[in-house]
């Protein structure tokens, strides 16, 4: 099949190569010339496990690279449509480069196209699609729409894209759906995953990626709910911490007990300090303003933003009242980017957070393993400084704050990181830890839905050593030991 995929973002250049891997002839366009000339030479823009590996196999053999719209449509069967849909003043999604590149698709379709839309997009696109189309001058009998909604997430985006939990194509007529069908054949009849050298996936289930064919509007509709669903997730699980917190419980078994039931799942309940990036966000609010055009108040989807927002301030206020004051103070941050394994800081609330604690007088230092260049472009210069790695960002810390979820800042060597710091104080916004682990390493370790785990040697409650050692780990997890009033590492009674 010949396939022209417009837009070479992540979504665009990971389906790219993606098609390239599963034997398509792949066309990836962008009107960004110095993307292209890159893209050209082998090199990824983006910070993407297997994109470059990938690339390079399929480079120059399936996959060109093009900045003509026009050109690139001409030589293909199907047409994916993979540019940005930005978040508008209104909260809505801005659609106009979509527009712009159904415009250009238009002057430049000859012979039969199937034009996808792959690009997150409120329900009912496809339509406006169609008719963009139809008034720029294609002829009706000469292509169809579909709309074929991702699924991706950055950093396993490529393993998502082979290895997808489902294939979901919505479709109005035969045409659209056979030649989209056949597109995903290799991953719907398994042969993908016989090939000797396909991108390995361990623990992948299926033998063959289920698909499911719906209409167009179901499809817009199955890729925004399912977004929307998932951000409602977190928020929920990150309003149960806050529960948790105040009467003592551990939101790590909390969650253990409410995902082994297999109608709701383990997955998606981590409780942080929120979601971010360039997906939930906006698309919890962009859904939230289709639903008000449908005159129907999704009151749900305001409050899993509003409990996102507060889940930061509430994390600024923890920071506080670890710190007493933060003025003049050394943090060491791990963690610039919205989640792990991505280079991404759009919407991170890792960014948020060191933001405000610079307004307040703060001295950030910080590492990230990716995303350092990235915050460095937008962060404030003053009292603000990037290391090497964990140790030297926290190294002479009055506190060090765990913001992303990368894996490396799971497995920490928390006596070097004891030996390092000026006060030993781990305030994690991700629950990487076990509070007994962090507190037997010497640190006051504070993190979300559970209580404070406080170190042995810090208990001055006057009993024996032997009673001391042995209710050590027991006290560090009573809510007295919730530092509320600022007042450190004393218990409440
Ligand atoms: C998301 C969707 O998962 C993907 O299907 C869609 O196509 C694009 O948007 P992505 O934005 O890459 O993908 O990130 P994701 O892994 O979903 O995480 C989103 C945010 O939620 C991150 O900030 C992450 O830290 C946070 N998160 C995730 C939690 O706070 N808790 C969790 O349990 C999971």
Redesign the pocket.
């Known amino acids: 099949m010949r396939i022209t995929v417009i837009g070479s973002g992540y979504?665009g250049l990971v389906s790219a190569v993606c098609f390239a891997e599963l034997g398509h002839e792949v066309l990836s366009v962008d009107n960004d010339h110095a993307k292209i000339a890159l893209l050209r030479e082998g090199q990824v823009p983006i910070h993407e496990r297997f994109l470059p590996e990938l690339l390079n196999r399929h480079r120059g053999k399936r996959l060109s690279f093009s900045t003509s719209v026009r050109e690139a449509v001409d030589q293909s069967d199907a047409v994916f449509i993979t540019v940005g849909t930005p978040q508008s003043e209104t909260g809505e999604a801005d659609l106009s480069f979509v527009e712009a590149v159904a415009r250009e698709i238009a002057s430049a379709i000859h012979d039969f196209k199937v034009v996808v839309e792959k690009s997150?997009v409120p329900v009912r696109t496809c339509e406006s699609l169609r008719k963009t189309l139809l008034l720029n001058g294609a002829r009706q009998d000469l292509f169809s729409v579909a709309s074929n909604?991702?699924?991706?997430?950055?950093?396993?985006?490529v393993t998502?894209f082979l290895y997808p939990d489902r294939v979901v194509i919505g479709v109005d007529d035969q045409v659209s759906a056979s030649l989209l069908s056949s597109i995903y054949r290799p991953l719907t009849d398994g042969s993908y995953y016989r090939q000797e050298n396909a991108i390995p996936l361990t623990g992948y289930a299926h033998a063959q990626a289920p698909i499911i064919v719906t209409d167009a509007k179901s499809a817009e509709l199955i890729?925004h709910a399912?977004?929307a669903f998932?951000?409602m997730?977190?928020s929920f699980?990150?309003a149960v911490a806050n529960i948790a917190e105040s009467v003592g419980a551990d939101i790590e078994q909390v969650c253990e007990g409410i995902g082994s039931d297999s109608r709701i799942g383990r997955?998606?309940?981590?409780?942080?300090?929120?979601?971010?990036?360039?997906?939930?966000p906006k698309?919890v609010q962009a859904f939230r303003m289709v639903a008000e055009q449908c005159n129907y108040e999704f009151g749900l989807l305001t409050e899993v933003m509003r409990v996102n927002t507060e889940q930061r301030t509430r994390f600024l206020r923890k920071v506080r009242n670890a710190l007493w004051t933060l003025r003049g103070k050394r943090l060491g941050v791990l963690g610039l980017a919205?989640?792990?394994d991505?280079d991404?800081i759009r919407?991170?609330?890792a960014l948020e957070i060191i933001s405000a604690l610079l307004k307040e007088g703060a001295c950030v230092c910080a590492y990230d393993p990716a995303a350092i260049p990235k915050a460095k472009e937008v962060l404030d210069e003053n009292n603000m400084s990037y290391a090497a790695d964990p140790y030297m960002a926290a190294a002479g810390c009055d506190a060090v704050l765990i913001l992303?979820?990368w894996k490396e800042f799971a497995q920490l060597d928390l006596e070097k990181l004891r030996s390092v710091v000026k006060h030993p104080i781990l305030i994690d916004g991700?629950n990487l830890y076990r509070p007994a682990d962090v507190a037997r390493a010497g640190f006051v370790y504070h993190s979300i839905g559970r209580s404070v785990a406080i170190p042995e040697s810090m208990i001055f409650d006057g009993k024996s050593e032997a009673t001391r050692r042995e209710s050590a780990i027991r006290l560090a997890t009573i809510p007295g030991w919730r530092q509320e009033s600022g007042q450190p590492l004393q218990p409440a009674s």
């Open positions: 979504v997150t909604p991702e699924f991706l997430r950055e950093g396993t985006a998502d890729k399912s977004n998932l951000a997730k977190i699980i990150n997955k998606f309940l981590n409780a942080g300090i929120g979601y971010g990036g360039s997906c939930f698309d919205f989640k792990g991505t991404d919407e991170s609330a992303t979820e991700r």
